[in-house]
């Protein structure tokens, strides 16, 4: 079993910077590939980023790719996600998973309660 806190949202206004943070409980964490995904009001959740259980592979939604960067530390128990250069349409409840499966954009175990991102423009 592995809870899922996720922490760093807020208000930026376009071109900003956030860095979200998943603090994950349990001991079997670095076992677990982690993910973000994010949905904005009306749409339907989409993946974000995800990152292998070392750590040594990273996948990212085209949308985000060369703005966001996805990372864990395994002694923390924690991953990130790095929001560079943000837009408007980056605004969207922000989730972290963890996948006990391989990395890729599906088949998550677990979810966190999500934060919110909100880009003024």
Same mark, same amino acid.
């Given at each position: 079993q592995v809870q899922l806190v996720e922490s760093g949202g807020g208000l930026v206004q376009a071109g900003g910077s956030l860095r979200l943070s998943c603090a994950a409980s349990?001991?079997? *964490?670095? @076992? /677990? +590939?982690? %993910?973000? *995904?994010?949905? +904005?009001? %009306?749409? #339907?959740? #989409? *993946? !974000?980023? &995800?990152?292998?259980?070392? %750590? %040594? @592979?990273t996948y990212y939604a085209d949308s985000v790719k060369g703005r966001f $960067?996805?990372?864990?530390?395994? +002694?923390?128990? $924690?991953v990130y996600l790095q929001m560079n250069s943000l837009k408007p349409e980056d605004? &969207? !409840? /922000? /989730?972290?998973?963890?996948?006990? $499966?391989?990395l890729g954009t599906a088949g998550y175990d677990y979810w966190g309660q999500g934060t919110q991102v909100t880009v003024s423009s």
């Open positions: 349990g001991r079997t *964490f670095s @076992s /677990y +590939a982690m %993910g973000w *995904f994010r949905q +904005a009001p %009306g749409k #339907e959740r #989409e *993946f !974000v980023a &995800a990152i292998s259980w070392s %750590g %040594g @592979s $960067t996805i990372s864990r530390d395994n +002694a923390k128990n $924690t605004t &969207a !409840v /922000y /989730y972290c998973a963890a996948a006990a $499966t391989k």
